[in-house]
T-cell receptor, first 113, second 113 residues
Framework: SQQGEEDPQALSIQEGENATMNCSYKTSINNLQWYRQNSGRGLVHLIL?????REKHSGRLRVTLDTSKKSSSLLITASRAADTASYFCATDALNNAGNMLTFGGGTRLMVKP | EPEVTQTPSHQVTQMGQEVILRCVPI?????FYWYRQILGQKVEFLVSFYNNEISEKSEIFDDQFSVERPDGSNFTLKIRSTKLEDSAMYFC???????????FGPGTRLTVT
């Protein structure tokens, strides 16, 4: 798979359930960032986790990072219909001179009311 | 909360024409970026800009493209001699002196006919 690949590609859950999205990458990284994108709109920064961190929380979001497996997960707890969006991971590779982010293909999350 | 802004929100142009996409990054940020997202595809890095020069660019960013920071607030992407395949959403982003979290604007949808 390419740098920053999410799975599943699509996820449909009921409101109140938890949603877990996974991301895998290939190269060593400085950090990994998660973004949300509503259909046809801009990218909203959710959370950044550094390569020396294993877990990070922000409100209903929990992100984990396993650098040995080159993978990350984003957990959204107690989901709401408003969480319906596409979620992308983006990696900032080690020795990256220009802070270039490499995005995955995203997970399309649908939360049914 | 400070935001990255972009104008116009939608630009329609004829093949062969030149377009300039404009961005106002967050005011105290030092790093600026352009990305694009072709419909249904991944977000792709184009270029990063720091200290009034390009710090990194992708293979996509060829001689057809150029960036400029004409004053203390604007950051522009110029696309010369547009092609049909340049049709995409173009996102501007900026980050602070640490260069970590990148905050994206709402995007400019470019349609080349």
């Amino acid at each position: 798979s390419q740098q920053g690949e999410e799975d599943p590609q699509a996820l449909s859950i009921q409101e109140g359930e938890n949603a877990t999205m996974n991301c895998s990458y290939k190269t060593s990284i400085n950090n990994l960032q998660w973004y949300r994108q509503n259909s046809g709109r801009g990218l909203v920064h959710l959370i950044l986790i550094r390569s020396n961190e294993r877990e990070k929380h922000s409100g209903r979001l929990r992100v984990t990072l396993d650098t040995s497996k080159k993978s990350s997960s984003l957990l959204i707890t107690a989901s709401r219909a408003a969480d319906t969006a596409s979620y992308f991971c983006a990696t900032d590779a080690l020795n990256n001179a220009g802070n270039m982010l490499t995005f995955g293909g995203g997970t399309r999350l649908m939360v049914k009311p | 909360e400070p935001e990255v802004t972009q104008t116009p929100s939608h630009q329609v142009t004829q093949m062969g024409q030149e377009v300039i996409l404009r961005c106002v990054p967050i005011s105290n940020h030092l790093y600026f970026y352009w990305y694009r997202q072709i419909l249904g595809q991944k977000v792709e890095f184009l270029v990063s800009f720091y200290n009034n020069e390009i710090s990194e660019k992708s293979e996509i960013f060829d001689d057809q493209f150029s960036v400029e920071r004409p004053d203390g607030s604007n950051f522009t992407l110029k696309i010369r001699s547009t092609k049909l395949e340049d049709s995409a959403m173009y996102f501007c982003a900026s980050s602070d002196r640490n260069g970590r979290e990148q905050y994206f604007g709402p995007g400019t949808r470019l349609t080349v006919t």
